[in-house]
């Protein structure tokens, strides 16, 4: 948020403003914490002592648990994924507050509807949420949804629909580029986009 200064996001902001957090890498840096849940998982599931190392510039999904481990069956990719949830808890201390926008998201959930838009896993999210004192910031939170072909949904034009809202009263803050692009394919100006 460097490039956006607090007293520029302040003039946007009024009473009908909703303000859309991302959680992962905006409001909340877990990208070590996730990188130390699958390296244990690894570690665990396939019992190697291989070096895997963490790279702070990209996080590690499930593309790169194929690039590091090519070889994986499909059961064993299965039981990585399964044990990677259940190690996030142990790493949450690895987690970071992103304390600017953390700090104006407490400062409008007491007068604005706060709305947590993520595609992490509910319980995850809560986890995380919880851990930081965050959980009742937000008037709503949208967690990762899937659609029947197991396709990506757009969180945010499914947050605009859900809650009968108009794209041009959000205000976004995300960081990441598609997660954006679904932003202004739901109908919210570029303008209205916080990119961290």
Not at 4 to 31: C, H, R
Not at 36 to 43: D, G, M
Not at 54 to 75: C, D, G, I, M
Request: charged share 25%.
């Amino acid at each position: 948020m460097e490039n956006q200064p607090k007293k520029d996001i302040d003039l946007k902001i009024n009473a009908d403003t909703i303000l859309f957090f991302d959680m992962d890498g905006t409001l909340v840096d877990t990208d070590f914490a996730n990188f130390l849940s699958y390296k244990n998982a690894i570690q665990s599931v396939i019992q190697t002592d291989k070096d895997i190392p963490y790279n702070p510039n990209e996080r590690f999904n499930r593309a790169s648990l194929k690039k590091v481990v090519p070889n994986l069956t499909e059961t064993d990719y299965e039981k990585i994924i399964q044990q990677k949830e259940e190690n996030y808890k142990e790493h949450l201390s690895q987690t970071k507050l992103n304390k600017s926008v953390a700090d104006i998201l407490i400062q409008y959930s007491k007068t604005n509807k706060t709305v947590l838009v993520t595609n992490c896993r509910e319980d995850r999210a809560l986890m995380t949420l919880n851990y930081h004192n965050l959980t009742d910031k937000f008037s709503n939170i949208f967690f990762r949804q899937i659609s029947d072909d197991t396709n990506r949904i757009n969180k945010y034009k499914n947050a605009l629909t859900s809650l009968s809202l108009s794209a041009q009263t959000v205000i976004v803050f995300e960081n990441e580029k598609p997660e954006i692009e679904d932003a202004i394919f739901a109908g919210i100006s570029i303008n209205n986009i916080l990119s961290l």
